[in-house]
């Protein structure tokens, strides 16, 4: 098991190394670049070359790159110069972090607490017309856009029947901040009325958020369910006279999760990497808007940080998933 880790730790970082070339010289490629950004209209030939000669902007690319990843390796990524000029680049990801995990764990905690068993019931009944209700409610999960979605859900339960907050995390309460995860600083400090507005802010956002993944993770559980139930060996745990939650918990579920786990995993990944379309809508402040405010401004210093912590966190959070594959199923550690 240790060599399986150790393996799977030595592809995560050639991953990441890979990928901050890759985005060292994309950010370089832009038009304009960083000293058009910090100057704008002011800008004049002499202080392009002033500011281009202190940023190094001047030296061979793989100088620059190796500057880069010295800096990076401390913690230095640059200042912001757009999403909040003056502050730095780190700083900003680790203040927006926390909101991005609080959406993408509720989002995904709904739609794992509703794929999975709909999934399993669906394959277990296939093709009745439960079966055919709950496959065509993934698909539209899959085809409907999530910022569209988004707005009909903000327009209905927000704007037009006034049930849910219709952005932000949290009203104004004055709340305690500890770990800036609104629903457990709530709870830390007892100040629980912090909580409840917490978890108001998140319902939308989240159900929003939740549809995609619903519907893939849905749609695997039910796959991988109708190829267990078809197996010799689940006819034979049948044919023993085992009973039906035994047969359900041992044989099925067990071997059914493998490519359900991976599906999780990834798309943990993907909404922990930033939820931009969601979070932009519902003025969330997590890492997704702080990516599109950096688009728009062009703050190279925040998408760098932004970008290649994203990329840390989905090959992280597959290490995670590749590990519980393998105690799920031993034989994947010898591959």
């Not at 985005?23 to 038009?31: G, H, I």
């Not at 958020?209 to 745990?237: C, H, K, N």
């Not at 023993?240 to 099925?252: D, E, I, P, Q």
Request: with cysteine.
């Amino acid at each position: 098991m240790a060599r399986f880790i150790i393996r799977r730790l030595l592809q995560m970082v050639g991953v990441v190394a890979v990928l901050s070339v890759l985005l060292f010289a994309w950010l370089r490629s832009l038009p304009g670049g960083t000293v058009s950004a910090i100057l704008g209209e002011r800008a004049t030939p002499e202080t392009r070359a002033a500011l281009t000669e202190a940023f190094g902007l001047d030296q061979p690319i793989y100088v620059q790159y190796l500057k880069f990843v010295q800096r990076a390796a401390t913690g230095d990524f640059g200042v912001s110069t757009g999403v909040l000029p003056g502050t730095d680049a780190l700083q900003i990801f680790v203040d927006r972090l926390p909101a991005t995990i609080e959406l993408s764990v509720a989002a995904l905690g709904l739609a794992v607490l509703l794929a999975v068993p709909l999934g399993y019931l669906s394959a277990r009944r296939s093709g009745s017309p439960l079966d055919s209700g709950l496959v065509i409610l993934s698909l539209v999960g899959v085809a409907v856009p999530v910022f569209f979605l988004a707005f009909l859900l903000k327009y209905q339960f927000a704007v037009e029947w006034n049930w849910l907050p219709v952005s932000g995390r949290q009203d104004s309460l004055g709340c305690t901040r500890i770990t800036n995860f609104f629903v457990l600083d709530g709870l830390m400090t007892r100040e629980f009325d912090c909580s409840a507005s917490a978890l108001k802010h998140l319902v939308l956002p989240s159900l929003a958020l939740a549809t995609i993944p619903f519907a893939v993770i849905f749609r695997i559980t039910r796959a991988s369910v109708l190829e267990v139930l078809g197996e010799d060996y689940v006819r034979t745990a049948e044919s023993k006279g085992l009973t039906a939650r035994v047969v359900r918990a041992r044989h099925v579920m067990r071997n059914a999760l493998l490519p359900v786990v991976t599906t999780i995993g990834l798309q943990t990944g993907a909404l922990l990497a930033g939820a931009v379309l969601t979070e932009k809508v519902f003025a969330w402040g997590g890492i997704g808007d702080a990516l599109a405010r950096a688009f728009e401004v062009r703050d190279y210093a925040v998408l760098q940080v932004l970008i290649l912590a994203a990329a840390g966190i989905y090959v992280f959070i597959n290490l995670l998933v590749d590990i519980s594959y393998a105690i799920i199923d031993p034989r994947v550690r010898t591959r």
